[in-house]
């Protein structure tokens, strides 16, 4: 004999089904938007690595009247993990790790 179930109970059922299925739709979301931010992170680092170890690079030759040894601004920047400092520090920080290359 199958079990009968009241309106009540099938509108609660209902209901929690819902709520699964918008929990599931914004766990979807706040992965996108993760994985957004760790791209623009990256883009970050990327271009404002490039304009500092220019400006860095320029300084240093007007400073030292010769170019500094060559090193690849990339690999001193993919090296700093920007996720353990705030925000307001990533500047400072990328620009430190490109000026203790400059030889």
Same mark, same amino acid.
């Given at each position: 004999m199958k079990k009968?179930?009241?309106l009540?109970?099938?509108?609660?059922?209902r209901?929690?089904?819902e709520?699964?299925?918008k929990? #599931?739709?914004?766990?979807?979301?706040?992965?996108?938007?993760?994985a957004?931010?760790?791209?623009?992170?990256? *883009?970050f680092?990327? #271009?404002?690595?490039?304009?500092?170890?220019?400006?860095?690079i320029?300084e240093?030759?007007?400073?030292?009247?010769?170019?500094?040894?060559?090193?690849?601004?990339?690999?001193?920047?993919d090296?700093i993990?920007?996720h353990?400092?705030?925000?307001v520090?990533w500047? *400072?920080?990328i620009?430190?790790a490109?000026?203790?290359k400059?030889?």
């Amino acid at each position: 004999m199958k079990k009968r179930l009241s309106l009540g109970t099938i509108a609660t059922h209902r209901e929690e089904l819902e709520l699964v299925k918008k929990s #599931m739709e914004l766990d979807d979301e706040i992965e996108y938007l993760n994985a957004f931010i760790d791209a623009m992170e990256e *883009n970050f680092k990327t #271009m404002f690595g490039e304009v500092t170890a220019k400006r860095l690079i320029s300084e240093f030759e007007e400073k030292n009247g010769r170019k500094p040894k060559t090193f690849n601004y990339y690999d001193v920047i993919d090296n700093i993990d920007l996720h353990v400092y705030p925000y307001v520090e990533w500047a *400072n920080k990328i620009e430190q790790a490109i000026a203790e290359k400059l030889e």
